[in-house]
């Protein structure tokens, strides 16, 4: 199967920083494309930025200018670098994979997520 695990979420003050990551495991020779999403309390979830396996990057509008994907091809993890943290960017943070070839019957994977607390 596969197995995504995010980590590095935490509490931060605004104006800091917080670099997620995501280790994808498992069957995952092939992931089509990964992203990053978050979802805060009371809202829907928000598509912050995909990544494809050809490394083409899309940002969502909200997002812009503040975070930065990056990947450990080696280390089949996927980072999330975000700068300038604001208290509106309190949200779990959850990593998505989708795959060319579906596993276990499911072309698509979550992570269980990691909450991000911007806060003074």
């Known amino acids: 199967q596969v197995q995504l695990v995010e980590s590095g979420g935490g509490l931060v003050q605004p104006g800091g920083s917080l670099r997620l990551s995501c280790a994808a495991s498992?069957?995952?020779?092939?992931?089509?494309?990964m992203a990053w999403y978050r979802q805060a309390p009371g809202k829907l979830r928000e598509l912050i930025v995909t990544?494809?396996?050809?490394?083409?990057?899309n940002y969502g509008d909200a997002i812009k200018g503040q975070f930065t994907i990056s990947r450990d091809n080696a280390k089949n993890t996927v980072y999330l670098q975000m700068n300038s943290l604001k208290p509106r960017d309190t949200a779990v943070y959850s990593c998505?994979?989708?795959?060319?070839?579906?596993?276990?019957?499911?072309?698509?994977?979550w992570g269980q997520g990691t909450q991000v607390t911007v806060s003074s």
């Open positions: 990544i494809t396996s050809g490394g083409n990057r």
């Open positions: 498992g069957s995952i020779f092939s992931i089509e494309v």
């Open positions: 998505y994979a989708r795959f060319a070839v579906p596993v276990g019957a499911r072309a698509s994977y």
